[in-house]
């Protein structure tokens, strides 16, 4: 399911889940998207200085993410109210999911769990037909950016673009 270093690769079907997500606790999960892309981003905590640029900026790049259709869902062993309080302060309103009870499970799953028990930064990429198309691992201290995900998107086929006219 993983390559060596741990990460789900792509080509492989990607684990189905649901997790609480921000701001009312609503399960939430990828097979909820059928026939659209998804983005999963792990990330250790919420109220670092990383995870904080990091989400912040996929907020900003989410008109561009929505132009493909795609979904972007943030991951991290954080609690609802955790992520509540986070993303109301950031300003992020895509979900943030809460892979916490059981701690981690969602992550390792997907090979993204770090052994200091929180996700690690990792972005995933899922077709529409619920298969990985991208994945990603990230140093912890390193913020991903957005540039992996908008061309994992794009190498989805450009006929998924969604007109902005």
């Not at 990460?7 to 399960?27: K, Y």
């Not at 997907?110 to 929180?118: I, S």
Request: net charge negative.
């Amino acid at each position: 399911m993983s390559d060596p270093n741990g990460l789900i690769t792509p080509g492989q079907v990607a684990p189905a889940f649901t997790l609480p997500a921000s701001p009312d606790g609503r399960e939430v999960g990828p097979g909820q998207f059928p026939g659209r892309p998804v983005v999963l981003a792990f990330y250790p905590a919420d109220w670092t200085p990383v995870c904080g640029d990091q989400m912040a900026l996929y907020q900003a790049a989410l008109p561009e993410l929505e132009r493909y259709d795609a979904v972007l869902l943030g991951i991290s062993v954080d609690s609802v109210d955790s992520h509540r309080a986070f993303a109301e302060s950031r300003g992020i309103r895509f979900p943030l999911l809460a892979d916490f009870e059981p701690k981690g499970e969602v992550s390792r799953r997907y090979g993204a769990y770090a052994p200091r028990g929180q996700s690690d930064r990792a972005l995933v990429v899922i077709d529409p037909d619920g298969r990985v198309a991208w994945s990603h691992l990230s140093p912890p201290e390193v913020n991903p950016g957005v540039d992996g995900i908008l061309d994992a998107l794009e190498q989805l086929g450009t006929d998924r673009r969604v007109s902005t006219r």
